[in-house]
């Protein structure tokens, strides 16, 4: 059963948040915190897209849900997902974003990437 892409996307956002927040609740007395907290979210998303075949057609709903959420912890003050982040009407917010859509596309570009080359070389493999 191949899955909707946009579903997996707004899965993976969910999974990043909630690797986040766990991570950063984890280790609230570590000032290191933020950094588990990325580092957890971004091998669980990495896992998770290789596990059930995330493409790149997941990224937009991903980063779409990924950006709000932005939004709503810079609103909000909660820290979880960028800690001290700049005003919203700033063009530094808008920079942050774009730099963190960044990393957050990345466990899906790398799956990506791994898998076509893995394929090349399995399809060399059965060729000979």
Known sequence: MKLNQNVLGAVHALLWIAAGVAANL?????PSRA?????CAWWVTLYV???VGTTWRALPAFLAVMVVA????AVRGTGFLYHDAP???????WILAVV?????ASPIAVNQLAMRIHHRFIEAGNTK
């Open 35 to 39: 950094g588990y907290g990325i580092l």
């Open 70 to 73: 932005l939004v709503f912890d």
């Open 26 to 30: 984890t280790f609230s007395g570590s």
């Open 87 to 93: 005003s919203l009407g700033s063009s530094s917010f």
């Open 100 to 104: 963190l859509a960044l990393l957050w």
């Open 49 to 51: 897209a290789l596990l």
